[in-house]
């Protein structure tokens, strides 16, 4: 199966420079895993109106619980606000239309 998920990144006030810079390193080594794994396909930053960016990427498991237990595991799980949405085939799918 395959998702879309997008991340918005909110770290707390206060959070010391040194545990934002760690957990950022944590998170590129988490996603290169995810990549590595066939989990990870694709990840893109967007701006948001307003101040900060958000990822968008595109992932996929073998099920929605899996992709969730995935990104529980993320470093930057509890910093971040997710949206996941299932993607189906469609039959004009350019990738699938030759067939």
């Not at 498991?61 to 189906?88: F, G, H, K, M």
Request: hydrophobic residues 45%; aromatic residues 6%.
């Amino acid at each position: 199966m395959e998702f879309l998920v997008e991340f918005e990144i909110e770290v707390p006030a206060g959070t010391a420079r040194a545990e934002v810079d760690q957990r950022y390193r944590a998170e590129s080594a988490a996603a290169g895993k995810l990549a590595k794994n066939g989990h990870l396909v694709r990840l893109w930053r967007r701006p948001l109106v307003g101040d900060g960016t958000t990822a968008v990427g595109l992932y996929r498991a073998n099920s929605q619980s899996e992709l969730d237990d995935l990104l529980a595991a993320l470093p930057l799980a509890d910093w971040l606000r997710i949206t996941v949405t299932p993607l189906a085939g469609h039959r004009n799918d350019p990738a699938t239309a030759s067939r």
